[in-house]
């Protein structure tokens, strides 16, 4: 099934069920208000918003409604934990030894953005990259948990846009808040391209309307996602709705393009000396999102637009006469 | 007023009101059910329970039940957000410039745990420490706020024990979960301890019975409160439940001994070129708390023991002869 949260005015939101093809949702206030709330008891939850989601992509949900993911906050608009990984070869070092130590770090995970989010920041010259990546979402994980274990503990995958200022800065400084896509998804919407814990599919980011990278989210992953929550629940159990990102998606080879500014800098440094590829400005623009083997989005687009702090958009200048 | 989070099985806990001397407290469910609740919305939420507070140091509280600190989970048993800082001068160098930067990380907030939690820990290899710290909870603050409109955001102080390993380690793996004390405290309930947004008070800590420490949490507090949270939400927003600690507290004089085993071991280093005070061991105590001037428990204490990983307590062998 695919859930979502609807923007209600409330700091947890409304959740929804959308229907496999991202066209209709359902409120899902009969079973669970928030996805926090479902998390919290999923083996009661789950099934009830399975049948709910049946009933939708049947065409039978009562009070079904066009699904907009400009409506939706992230999945989980606040997070009790939001861990960022980074999983992928170093696309500086393709030859390199595979990073085994996926390089864990808490983030603020208090305040998650939705998948429309205007990324808002106070200045260009702090050197402002994305970080395109895969994210799940588990359930508890007990201490020190096997990667088998770990497995059956992830309940949903989702894509993360963590925004990423690479001028140096303390790590506290350099993270602004991380945006998520529309819907979150169960691994078995993902059919065979969910395998040995990896999403065999490419990740697509587009900047300023062009294509920047489509690189394969499974080719270079060093540690897959059994590992990285096991490797996440090693010092400490994690608790339901706990969030895990992967890290921008890297290929070995640069040919599929690039998953942040960074990755595209270090190959220009190592291949020719200088990175030529600027950060993002103000007025960038950027699309992130993920197409199933029959070219259909699986979580919806992360669609956001860098902005100075505090930016209002000029009024909209109406074609039509005041009456 | 004095607010607690009773364990009543759920993930969340029970929200109560807690009496003045700590010796009673009633149940808040028609007000708030949980902390997170009643900070979501305090501007309406606040007053009720102030009103519920005032009844119960009257003595005029229905339901009023005697206040068990070992029942009690921490104040947000899961936080969205949980900041550890470092606002206190470094003990290693008392004569150096005070620190500007208060270092901030953030923490697993998901998973805090009560005033009596046992520390449960893999190896005593790892060379465990505690940091017996003040932390503030605060309602939502703006990003770039000035430190007198953080200071305004400031709810709720309780007691922290930050739990760490001092092995070299990755940040990430260095920080167990952290315990807080039972109760958590309106700044008005300091009174004249609560100035320049820092707390005059000592604060004790007790190893295995023995007084280790007894610095005053004020004197050589180089960030204040109200300037941490300014500096905390300097990145990005902060929402209404976010936790920031301050660091275990130190004095530049090591007179009044030592909140942190680390800090102990940097003044025996600097003074005598070796440390002595060896880190925590299974079976150690702990015993944090914090008295006002009428020498009066603020907070109720954090009381702790170090034991291995699944560790079982042996049987309770009654003297009773059984029926």
């Not at 896509?181 to 993902?190: K, M, Q, R, S």
């Not at 956001?304 to 109406?318: D, L, M, N």
Request: charge should be negative; hydrophobic fraction near 45%; aromatic fraction near 6%.
């Amino acid at each position: 099934m695919k859930l979502a949260t609807l923007d209600d005015g409330t700091r947890d939101g409304q959740l929804i069920v959308v229907a496999r093809d991202l066209k209709t949702a359902v409120v899902a206030d009969g079973i669970a208000a928030t996805l926090q709330r479902a998390l919290d008891d999923w083996a009661f939850i789950a099934p009830q918003l399975d049948a709910l989601s049946r009933q939708l992509n049947d065409g039978k949900a009562r009070r079904s409604f066009e699904f907009l993911p400009a409506r939706c906050l992230a999945p989980l608009p606040r997070a009790f934990a939001w861990i960022a990984a980074q999983a992928y070869r170093d696309p500086a070092e393709p030859d390199g030894p595979a990073r085994k130590d996926p390089r864990l770090i808490h983030g603020g995970g208090g305040d998650l953005l939705g998948p429309c989010a205007t990324i808002e920041l106070a200045s260009e010259a702090d050197d402002i990259d994305f970080a395109a990546q895969l994210a799940v979402i588990t359930d508890d994980v007990p201490q020190g948990a096997a990667p088998d274990e770990a497995f059956q503990q992830i309940r949903l995958l989702t894509l993360a846009n963590d925004i990423a200022l690479r001028r140096p800065l303390p790590a506290f400084d350099a993270s602004p808040a991380t945006a998520f896509a529309p819907v979150a998804v169960t691994p078995d919407e993902l059919g065979e391209a969910w395998r040995d814990a990896k999403v065999h599919l490419a990740l697509r980011v587009a900047r300023n309307g062009r294509n920047v990278g489509q690189p394969d989210a499974a080719r270079d992953m060093v540690c897959n996602f059994a590992q990285l929550v096991a490797r996440a629940a090693a010092p400490r159990r994690l608790r339901a709705g706990t969030i895990v990102g992967a890290g921008a998606v890297a290929n070995r080879t640069g040919k599929k393009g690039y998953c942040a500014i960074a990755h595209q800098r270090a190959v220009e440094t190592a291949v020719d000396g200088q990175a030529v590829t600027p950060f993002l400005a103000f007025g960038d623009s950027l699309r992130i999102e993920m197409l199933d083997a029959d070219g259909k989005a699986v979580f919806g687009a992360i669609e956001q637009t860098v902005r100075p702090t505090g930016y209002v958009p000029p009024p909209v200048v109406s074609a039509e006469k005041p009456e």
